[in-house]
């Protein structure tokens, strides 16, 4: 650890600003720097925090999916509704009570939504985060903003693949000239 004069230092305490240098990964933003009395500790807080932070992805994974599906199922019932309420006018010429006609039964066509898809790239958690909460409520009655993901570093070639299955457009840096 280096402070911002260069010298070197053994002990950091709260709100003294240093550079740590030697680490494999970035940490994220707000994660706790401890001391380990040996390296195997240190490997196994390691170890415990990546699996941590592997089931916070998989169960976000899986409440995303779950909203999915929740939502292809009220399509479907809505579909089907509407199916059964044009069936039964065009049986019997009148509409339901309670149901207008302009409600997609008679032809009238509604304008889909368009859902405009963004993942973040930052040098750090915080600015990424900042960045996702920043766009993912805007949108209207046309357009709506999907944050595929929020994530630190530089792009990469997976970045490009993750952007293209989310049928979004690549990603961009603010960096970029052209």
């Known amino acids: 650890m280096t402070t911002a004069d260069g ?5 950091a305490l709260p709100g003294t600003a240093v550079e740590v240098s030697g680490w494999k990964d970035r940490p994220e933003s707000g994660d706790m720097v401890l001391e380990a009395a040996k390296e195997s500790d240190a490997k196994l807080v390691i170890r415990n925090r990546l699996l941590q932070r592997e089931q916070k992805r998989d169960q976000e994974t899986i409440e995303l999916l779950n909203e999915r599906r929740l939502a292809a199922k ?8 509407k199916k059964m309420v044009a069936e039964e006018v065009k049986r019997t010429g009148k509409t339901l009570p309670g149901i207008l006609k302009d409600a997609g039964v008679e032809g009238v066509e509604k304008k889909a939504v368009k859902a405009v898809r963004f993942l973040v790239k930052a040098d750090v958690g915080g600015s990424a985060e900042a960045v996702e909460e920043a766009i993912k409520d805007l949108g209207n009655d046309e357009v709506k903003v999907e944050v595929v993901g929020a994530l630190v570093g530089e792009i990469t070639e997976s970045d490009l693949t993750v952007a293209a ?4 457009s690549p990603p961009l840096s603010f960096w970029d000239t052209d």
């Open 7 to 11: 010298k070197s230092v053994k002990l």
């Open 74 to 81: 009220r399509e479907l019932f809505q579909e089907r509704e």
């Open 165 to 168: 299955a989310a049928n979004g």
